[in-house]
């Protein structure tokens, strides 16, 4: 199971961060079709899917923010994990671990693709590998200093480790 991250990692939600923060996620529903899903990304999650994974999404964000770019790009993801489906976010795992009994996934076999440190404490925390997302990573020094077991820089280079890693 590939368990991604939201913001920063799929898409780049970085200029309605402010609206994000203030809680206004009706302005953010209203700029959603605007923000870029970074290069590569498509691909890669069509890619995860017919090689057999199962892909979720885990987000602080109301739900409605990923259903909205699965359905504009038709992702085939079906399990999504948001803010108001736990009662502890993330560094908790409670969210990966919601994520992987839905589908169900052993932790053994799943990862967590995120680009913040509070992303690899919920990896560690459910067991699954930690991989740091770089290419929209605000603080590349958190990052790096919270130590997931895999880092990149571009969705290339991830897309690379999954096809070594998972024979797609």
Not at 64 to 80: E, L, Q, S, T, Y
Not at 101 to 117: I, T
Request: a negative charge; charged letters at 20%.
């Amino acid at each position: 199971m590939i368990i991604f991250d939201f913001d920063q990692t799929l898409v780049d939600t970085s200029s309605v961060e402010h609206l994000r923060a203030a809680g206004n996620w009706k302005a953010v529903m209203a700029q959603a079709a605007k923000l870029p899903v970074y290069d590569g990304i498509n691909e890669l999650i069509q890619e995860l899917h017919e090689a057999g994974q199962t892909i979720a999404i885990v987000t602080k964000s109301p739900d409605m923010v990923p259903r909205a770019f699965i359905k504009a790009h038709g992702w085939p993801i079906d399990i999504v994990v948001g803010y108001h489906h736990v009662k502890n976010r993330k560094p908790h795992p409670e969210g990966l671990l919601l994520a992987m009994s839905k589908a169900p996934a052993a932790s053994d076999v799943s990862y967590h693709v995120g680009d913040q440190a509070h992303d690899t404490e919920a990896s560690r925390g459910a067991k699954v590998v930690a991989v740091g997302s770089a290419w929209g990573c605000s603080d590349m020094s958190e990052l790096e200093a919270s130590k997931p077991d895999v880092l990149f820089s571009s969705v290339a280079a991830l897309r690379k480790y999954f096809k070594s890693e998972l024979g797609i």
